[in-house]
């Protein structure tokens, strides 16, 4: 019979619970985020190609998506900036 030392044994044990946090962290490694406290807040940002971060300062996707060409890969939403809240209804008197 050959026994499976315990090392190997605990190494399979934690190789689900390793890929897991790995698969965590680089969510959130792509998670837009502002460059700085206070600025590029705006709805849209560019991400640079490389590991260069976000440009978050786009109001319009059409902004965001004439920026990436040729210097960014792609535009995301900013999860910084909530959504704008919908108009208010006005009431009609009766």
Do not use: H
Request: charged share 15%; aromatic share 10%; proline share 10%.
């Amino acid at each position: 019979m050959t026994y499976a030392s315990p090392l190997s044994v605990l190494c399979a044990a934690l190789r689900p619970a390793l890929a897991a946090g790995l698969i965590g962290t680089a969510a959130l490694a792509m998670t837009p985020r502002p460059a700085a406290a206070g600025s590029n807040n705006a709805p849209w940002c560019a991400q640079l190609a490389g590991d260069y971060g976000f440009v978050c300062s786009f109001y319009s996707f059409e902004q965001c998506r004439d920026f990436v060409r040729g210097v960014a890969q792609f535009c995301v939403r900013n999860l910084n900036v909530p959504d704008e809240p919908p108009a208010p209804r006005k009431r009609s008197r009766r």
